[in-house]
Structures are given as structure tokens and as C-alpha cells.
């Protein structure tokens, strides 16, 4: 039989955008037709999105990203102020990129695996499967107890997932899980070391929501740590009502993409005109035909009043070969070097601390 050690044995690489100018080929789509037009077209409102020192960028995360190999890319756009707010499935965020913050990594799996045989063995050996890429479920067991240690150093009372997240990133800093200890950065590091709130409004969906199940089993009668989703809910519209002008990139949809849409529709319950997102990008393999979310399109969003026709692209592509030339070729454009940091997370912690 084989052994664990021998299928957990060649690394997913994470795909580096600062390297590969894409320039010349997605402006090479753009004369083309069908999904490379689109393609290029979102690539150009991305660039005019940054170019737009005024807009808020907003990225939305769902799908199994991080084990697939887009981590360094969301890293380069955080560290580049490319990106302002990220509202994400906890699964992107913890179980992948806070796992390899902790120096875990994710497998390539032989294609004997990738349609499902051999999933018995797997399960006796720990492994688990993400279609073709292999995990350690030991290790996520390890991740699983880390967030269940941060949870009970925190104050018992009702967080947003993003005051929950910035914990994760003072962990990791107290651990000196930095690259400058020489270990690799990650999403939740860099994020809180710029001042980049992450939501996650499903947050108990992941590794973190073992932890937190852990911590008020053993507490029961005693107040507790809970995850708050309308806190969540409600300051991410506290950005959009502060920041008037934002943009969406959305990679898959789900919940990240009606959380980020509704702030609009959120910022006029609570009495102020807010204007539509100016900009939007989906990256989806959806179709609207099933009447799910993350197949309807942008310009359903604007009868909701919440996405601006002007700016908008759909791009009907998988989003490990799209994402790259798209934010690659935002990279490589330089639009972003006139952008500062919007800092959204100091300024939530500010309006809490005063609350």
C-alpha cells in the first residue's frame, strides 16, 4: 500500500504574478473574441480601478483558492494596495492560508486520484482530498487547536470575523511567522500588517468554527467568544457608507459576493445615499440557467440597484488560469503606485473603540 509519505511529496507552487508580464498577451486578447475579450476587458477595468484613487477595492473570495495556488497573488495585492477590504469563505483563509502561515503546506495529487479513486485509502492514511490537490489532515487538526488557543485568549463577547482575523495575524507575528524570520507570508499576515480588514460571513464554516465550537463546550455556563454576523454585516457598510466609491473583484461567488454587493442596499436602510459599486469583476464557471447566486449576472445586480452597468465584466473562466493574467496585468500596468493604503481596518477599530 502506499505510504502517506510518499503521496504527500510534490508541493502546490503558488503562482507569482511579479514575475510573468502578461501585458502583451492580454492586450493581444483584447482584439480576440468570446472569453479572452472579456478577459482583457476585465484586466483594463481592474487597471482603471486603481488608477481611481478615490475607489475602495473590494475582493471577494470563494472556491478552494490557496490549495490551488493563488496565494502569492492576493499577497502581492495587499502588499501593493491593490486591494482595501477582502470578504472571503473562512475555508480561503484559515484551513488554507492561515494552514500554510503555520508552515503546512498542500499536495499535488496524481490524476489516479483526482476523480475520486482511491478516497478510501485516503481516509485511512489522514489525507483529504480538494479535486486534485491533497491536504494533511493531522496538520488541519493542528490549525483546528491553534484557533481554539486564540479564541480562548480572547475577551469572551461577540467579534466580527475580522476583529477574530486580526487576532490570527497578531498570532502570527507573536510566533515571528514572518517572512523576515524567514518563513512565507500569508493572507491573514499581510493583511493585518496593512490594515486590510478580512470578512468571512460564514466564518464557523472552517477551521475556526472548531475552534470556537471547542471553546464554548468547554465553557458552558460561562460567557463565551461568538462570531458576530451582523456586526460583520454592518461594518463592512460602514466602509462603503466612509468610502463612496468602490469596486468589486470577485473570484467565484456564494456568500462573499452577495455580502459585498448588499452594503449598498445596507447604506440605504440605514438612511444614506449611497452610490452603486462603480466597478465590478466576476470570475465565475456559474451560469445564471440553475437561478443560483453565483451564476446571476452583474447586470442582474444593478436591478437591485447595487452594481453600475458602466464597469462591469462577467468572465466565464476558471480562476486559476484567469486570475492570473487579470491581476497580472493590473500589476505590470502600475496603475496602483498613485494608491495609499485606505487603512479600513484602523478605521473600524477607531469607530469601535469609540462605540
Known amino acids: ?35 479572452a475579450r472579456d ?10 480601478m486603481l488608477r481611481d484613487t478615490e475607489c475602495g477595492v473590494i475582493l471577494c473570495l470563494a472556491g478552494s483558492l490557496i490549495s ?11 502588499r501593493n494596495n491593490m486591494v482595501d ?56 487538526r493542528i490549525c483546528d487547536e491553534i484557533t481554539h488557543q486564540i479564541t480562548n485568549s480572547l475577551e469572551p463577547r461577540a467579534y466580527s470575523s475580522r476583529e477574530f482575523i486580526q487576532a490570527m495575524g497578531a498570532y502570527l507575528v507573536e510566533k515571528g511567522r514572518t517572512p523576515a524570520n524567514g518563513h512565507n507570508d500569508s ?46 454585516f454592518y461594518e463592512i457598510t460602514k466602509i462603503k457608507i466612509e468610502n463612496p466609491t468602490t469596486g468589486l473583484l470577485m473570484i467565484g461567488g456564494g ?3 452577495n455580502f459585498a454587493q448588499d452594503i449598498v442596499v445596507a447604506a440605504d436602510v440605514l438612511g444614506v445615499e449611497a452610490s452603486m459599486h462603480k466597478y465590478a469583476i466576476q470570475i465565475t464557471v456559474a451560469d445564471a440557467r440553475d437561478g443560483a447566486l453565483s451564476g446571476s449576472t452583474l447586470k442582474e445586480a444593478s436591478s437591485w440597484g447595487k452594481v453600475d452597468l458602466t464597469f462591469e465584466q462577467m468572465v466565464y473562466s476558471e480562476a486559476t488560469l484567469a486570475l492570473p493574467l487579470i491581476a497580472g496585468y493590473a500589476f505590470h500596468k502600475k496603475g496602483y503606485e498613485a494608491r495609499t493604503g485606505k487603512k479600513f481596518a484602523e478605521i473600524l477599530d477607531k469607530v469601535a473603540v469609540t462605540a
Request: some cysteine.
Open 1 to 35: 500500500m502506499t505510504t502517506k509519505k510518499e503521496l504527500l511529496h510534490s508541493t502546490v507552487e503558488h503562482i507569482d504574478i511579479t514575475k510573468l508580464d502578461v501585458v502583451p498577451v492580454v492586450d493581444a486578447m483584447s482584439r480576440m473574441a468570446y472569453s
Open 39 to 48: 478577459t482583457a476587458r476585465a484586466a483594463t477595468i481592474y487597471d482603471m
Open 68 to 78: 490551488a495556488g493563488l496565494q502569492k497573488i492576493f499577497v502581492d495585492l495587499i
Open 85 to 140: 477590504a477582502i470578504v472571503s469563505t473562512g475555508a480561503n483563509i484559515v484551513d488554507q492560508d492561515f494552514f500554510e502561515a503555520l508552515g503546512f503546506r498542500h499536495y499535488i495529487a496524481g490524476d489516479e486520484y483526482k476523480y475520486g479513486a482511491g478516497d478510501a485509502t485516503l481516509r485511512e492514511l489522514m489525507i483529504d482530498r480538494i479535486y486534485d490537490t491533497f491536504i494533511d489532515e493531522e496538520e488541519l
Open 187 to 232: 493572507i491573514v499576515l499581510a493583511a493585518y500588517e496593512k490594515n486590510v480588514p478580512i470578512f468571512c460571513p460564514a466564518f464557523s464554516d472552517c477551521s475556526a468554527g472548531f475552534g470556537l465550537v471547542a471553546h464554548q463546550h468547554e465553557r458552558q455556563g460561562k460567557p463565551v467568544v461568538s462570531i458576530d454576523s451582523a456586526k460583520d
Open 255 to 257: 456568500v462573499p459576493k
